[in-house]
């Protein structure tokens, strides 16, 4: 049976949901009270996505018009980045194609709200912001106070395991469990007899510690060399070797 494949939309919705505690009507009085005291955005429209950004100025969008499914604050945004180890940064980094229908949803957010769209963020693997890939990027536009309306996505995607092969590289500590889980699996794997005719308690300590760290040294030296980096600290890290 094959598995389905991810959709970050979808996982950012139900992210979303679960931490909003009051529900969706908090959202959507906060989003409508703040974009009435925002100021209208005169800046020239931005007419390449690959421009780099400026300011954060919020976009002057009237709430009214928006899908509250498409609003999203950054601690979803945050904690689905660190799940699945992808980025949040400006579309100056993205190294990917733009679809047309991408283009046109900008084009009709700006006809419809009366306002330029600029300061564009993405959400994508690591790799589209070095090579040309096409797996389920983003399109976000800032709303101010930490919200951003998503305004379109394409691609793949993700593979349906992502989040879990990701695990190990979330955090420092899960880095070291799953080494020391694969030290332990690997000290059942010897054979008993291996070493004395009868394996004792402190030659099995002995097989998991130099299992434990000819892993280790193996994950420490992969890491160094390929420049890697935990998903808490690359989900915004602007630098390519930091995949």
């Known amino acids: 049976m094959l598995l389905k494949r991810t959709n970050i939309h979808e996982k950012l919705l139900r992210e979303q949901r679960l931490n909003t505690n009051a529900g969706e009507s908090k959202i959507i009085n906060w989003v409508n009270q703040f974009l009435k005291n925002?100021?209208?955005?005169?800046?020239?429209?931005?007419?390449?996505?690959?421009?780099?950004?400026?300011?954060?100025?919020?976009?002057?969008?009237v709430f009214d018009k928006l899908d509250t499914e498409r609003i999203f604050h950054e601690k979803s945004i945050k904690r689905i980045c660190v799940d699945y180890r992808l980025r949040f940064l400006d579309?100056?980094?993205?190294?990917?194609?733009?679809?047309q229908e991408a283009l046109d949803e900008i084009k009709h957010l700006e006809e419809a709200h009366e306002t330029s769209?600029?300061?564009f963020k993405i959400m994508a693997p690591s790799k589209?912001?070095?090579?040309?890939?096409?797996?389920?990027?983003l399109l976000f536009a800032p709303m101010g106070n930490g919200y951003y309306y998503l305004i379109h996505k394409w691609g793949n995607d993700l593979h349906p395991l992502r989040k879990l092969l990701m695990w190990p590289f979330k955090t420092f500590e899960t880095l070291?469990?799953?080494?020391?889980?694969?030290?332990?699996?690997?000290?059942?794997?010897?054979?008993?007899?291996?070493?004395?005719?009868?394996?004792?308690?402190?030659?099995?300590a002995m097989v998991f510690f130099f299992m434990f760290k000819s892993i280790a040294a193996v994950v420490i030296y992969y890491g160094f060399a390929l420049g890697k980096n935990f998903n808490?600290?690359?989900?915004?890290?602007?630098?390519?070797?930091?995949?």
Request: aromatic share 10%.
């Open 128 to 137: 589209m912001f070095v090579l040309s890939k096409t797996d389920d990027p």
């Open 38 to 61: 925002t100021p209208a955005n005169n800046a020239p429209i931005l007419d390449k996505l690959k421009q780099q950004n400026g300011d954060t100025t919020a976009t002057a969008f």
């Open 91 to 99: 579309t100056h980094f993205f190294k990917g194609t733009y679809p």
């Open 232 to 243: 808490t600290a690359i989900w915004k890290c602007q630098y390519d070797k930091a995949q």
């Open 176 to 204: 070291v469990f799953t080494i020391m889980l694969s030290s332990i699996l690997a000290t059942v794997l010897v054979p008993d007899g291996l070493f004395a005719p009868e394996q004792s308690l402190s030659q099995d």
């Open 117 to 119: 769209l600029s300061n």
